[in-house]
């Protein structure tokens, strides 16, 4: 017991002296920083056609001020990805800050106010990227800075990759730089998009940390029946063929499995939840009870039955072109994210098995993610995400989460990196406001993006920083 206190006392006393080394004046650096992320929010990257070279641009010349050199990087010349490199003393392997500087396409009649005017109201920063991910790209920019001004010592390097292409198009931006450059970002860590932290009663009560995702494995469903006229039903029917083979995987009960993630985020879970969410979250693992437990978070609560398995979602249905023809053809799409080991032809044969019907092809997408193993929750990166969050946040819990999205973390994870995933903090009101990321009127509040700003450097600072 003894030595355990005196290894808490040593770590919390290091983190302590590694954040009061540099004594940042947050108003007057949260302001500065606030002003490049509304800058880089004006820039409109979104992909498709990206236009990330623009960012690129802004970011070299805003580190250049610094007076730190950076390189581009591209496949396209309009698609650049910026690295920017702080040395250290090389006693440890580097860090990666990364965050992709492309965003989502808009419906700007949707919005009530310019999607890239970055405007500032009622504490609140509006713009497309503001939580997807150019917080994320700003946060490491200043991050970058400060180490530099402060003329921080480094036992590690600290590297910044602003990536293009995230949003669906990787071989321009992540799929190009872990293949053709690989050498000038590879680290031992990763930082990147894909946490969540919750605020309830006003004070932030979750700290979600990401790591691991789910991997995007859809497929197509093309059936095939006879075309006649709509005025005679038949069981040839390519709608009705399809109709039955959507209905069956829509409904299929996939196989409930955990990692090492999600089985300590259930735990976890369970220690800071009322009786009945902790029993279900004690016993998600118990056979006897499973069924009953996964159709409840089917029913409350999606996510956790995400979580527990892989998934199937219908989302697109394609048939048909005139009302009294019965096409000879039609088609749909599953959204499939599978679990980070899941085997993609085993599953897709089981696919095959539900649907039990030959008239039914199951075409897969192109894989452009890779599989990777989940980040470790027992290593130096992970508890020094811990030890940050618990001193800027203190009535927070700590949670490892399993992403049901996906990141370019994946491809960084499949060449060893532990790649971890922090964010914003957001109330529960804000997260279901409809507000979020790829949504209309996307925002973040000013509070959150400097508190991602101040927890980006504690973290820096505690796991690259030479002990004072």
Known sequence: MRLILLTFLVAFTTTVNAQQTYLIDWEEVGAESIDHFVELIQINSSNPPGNETDVATYLRAALAEEGIQSELYALEESRANLVARIVGNGSKRPILLMGHTDVVGVQADKWYADPFSGMRQDGFIYGRGTLDDKDNVAAALTVMKLLKRYGVELDRDVIFLAESGEEGTPEVGINFMVEKHFDVIDAEYCLAEGGTNVIRNDVVDTVGIETTEKMPRRVTLVARGTPSHGSVPTLKNAVLILANAVAKAGTWETEVRFNQTTRAYFQRMAEISEPDDAHRYNNVEDPEQSEAIQQYFLENFPYHYSISRTSVAPTVIDAGFRKNVIPSEASAILDIRMLPD???????????????????????????????????????????????????FPSATVLPVMSTGATDMAQVRAKGMQSYGIGPSRSIEEINSGYGAHGDNERISEEAYVDLVKFMWNVVIEIAAKPQ
């Open 342 to 392: 899941e085997s993609v032809e085993e599953f897709y044969a089981k696919l095959a098995e539900v649907i039990d019907d030959p008239r039914v092809e199951i075409v897969p997408e192109r894989i452009y993610r890779p599989a990777a193993p989940p980040s470790e929750i027992d290593n130096e990166m992970f508890q020094t995400l811990e030890r940050v969050a618990r001193q800027m």
